[in-house]
C-alpha cells in the first residue's frame, strides 16, 4: 500500500481552469470525503461541489475517477478540474491534503507511473522534456518518443544481444573443430552491424541535438564589427523571443529565438553585449569557445574599415572550423564606403549586410542550414543519459569480437551481457535508484 499524493497539476497564473491530482489507494474516500457524494463511475465527468473540513464551500468542480490500474500512475486517480487561479486550487489541494494525502515530490507522478509499470524511461524522459519544449521540432520528436519509438529501439537491440549470447551458450558446448567454419565469422558480422547501427543513431542525435535544446549561434568577429547590431536585428526580426536567461557561465547572456519551427539560442559567450572599449582586442580563446559550443557560427567582417590582423584570426577560425561547424561568412557595412580588401573571405561566399538587411539576410540564411541540420527522420536520442547508455554497448560489443574469434566463449558472453545492461539501462535500469532520484527530481510538480 503506498501513500497518497496530491497536487496542483497546472501551472501556476491566471487561467480558466485549474487541476489537482489526487493518487493513490485513498484517492477515492478523499473524493467522496471532499463531495459528500458516492457511487461515482470510472472515466466520467461528474459535476460537484467541494467542501472544506468544515462543511464550507469551495467550488464547484469536474471530477474524474480513473480506476487503478487503468490510469497514468495505475494507481487510483481522481482529478478536480476547478476554476482557474490560483485560490480554488489551493484551496482544495489543502482539503485533500487535510483528509490525509500528502504533497507530491516533483515527478512523483511520473515516477509512480514508471514503478507502475505504466511507463519505460524513455517516455518519462520524453514527458519531461516535453513539458520545457519551447519549438515545433522538439515537440514532434518527443511526441514520437513518448509513442515508444525508442523503447523499441532498445527491445530490438537487446534481442540481437540476447540471440548472440544464446548462441554463445549453445555454442560453448561444441568443441571448436566441430563448429561450422563461417559461424563465428557470421557472428563477428551481425556485432559489427550492431557497432555501426549505434554510431548512425549517435553521430545522428548529436548533429540533430538542436532539435530538442535549440540550434547554437556563435557570432564573432572584431569589436566593432556589428555583432550586438546584428543581435539586436534578429531579436528585432523575429519578434518571438523566448526569453532574456542568464547562462550557466558567469556574465553570459542567452537570447532565445525562433525561427520556424526551430529553435535558435544565441550564446554571447563572445562578449558580444559588451561594450567595445573594454576590450581592445578579440579574445580569441572565448571566440574558440563560443564555437566549440555552437552548431553554427556567423563570422563578421567590416567592409568599411581595411583588413587587419584581427579579421586575419577570424580568417583562421573560419578556416579551422569549416569542416565541423556550419559557417555564415557576413560582410557588414556594406551600405558605407567601401575600405576592406573582401579577396580572402570571396571564397566564402559572404553575404553583404547593410544597416538595412540585417534581420532578413541572416535569417534566410539560418533557415537554409536549420533545415538541413535537422533533416532525417533517424531515431533520436534525446539525453545525454541515453547517448552514453549506447556508447558504453557500442563498446562492450566491439570488446566482444576478439574472444569470439578466438573461441573465448566466455568471455564473449561477459561483454554482450555488459552491452546488454547498458542498452537496458536506457528504458528499465536493473539498478535505477540513482538515475530515477535525478530524473524524476527535476520535473515540475503535478507531473
Ligand atoms: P560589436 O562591437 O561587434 O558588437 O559592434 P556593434 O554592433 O556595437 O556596432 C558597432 C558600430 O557599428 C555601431 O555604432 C553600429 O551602429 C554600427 N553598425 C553596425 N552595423 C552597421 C551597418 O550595417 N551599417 C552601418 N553603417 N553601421 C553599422
Redesign the pocket.
Known sequence: MSDTIAAVATATGVGSVAIVRVSGDEALAIAEKITKKTSFIPRHAHLCTLYDTNDELIDEAILIWFKAPNSFTTEEIVEFQCHGGTIVAEKILETVLDYGARLAEPGEFTRRAFLGGRIDLTEAEAIAKLIEAKSEDAAKILARQMKGELKKFVDDMREKLLRAVAFAEVTIDYAEEDLPEDMLENMAHQLEEIEREIERIVSSSERRRGLIEGFKVAII?K????????LNALLNYERAIVSEIAGTTRDTIEEQIRIGSHLVRIVDTAG?RES?DAIEKIGIERSVAAIEQSDIVIAMFDASRPWDEEDEKILLLIERYMNEKEMIVAL??T??PQMLDTEKIEPFKPLR???EN?GEQIVSALEKRLSRMAQGDELLLISSRQIEAVKRAKEAVAEAKTPLLTGELEIFTFHLTEAISAISSISKPVDFNDIMDKMFGEFCLGK
Open positions: 568577429g569589436p566593432n564589427v556589428g555583432k550586438s547590431s546584428l558580444i567595445a557588414n557595412k551600405d558605407l549586410l547593410s544597416r540585417k
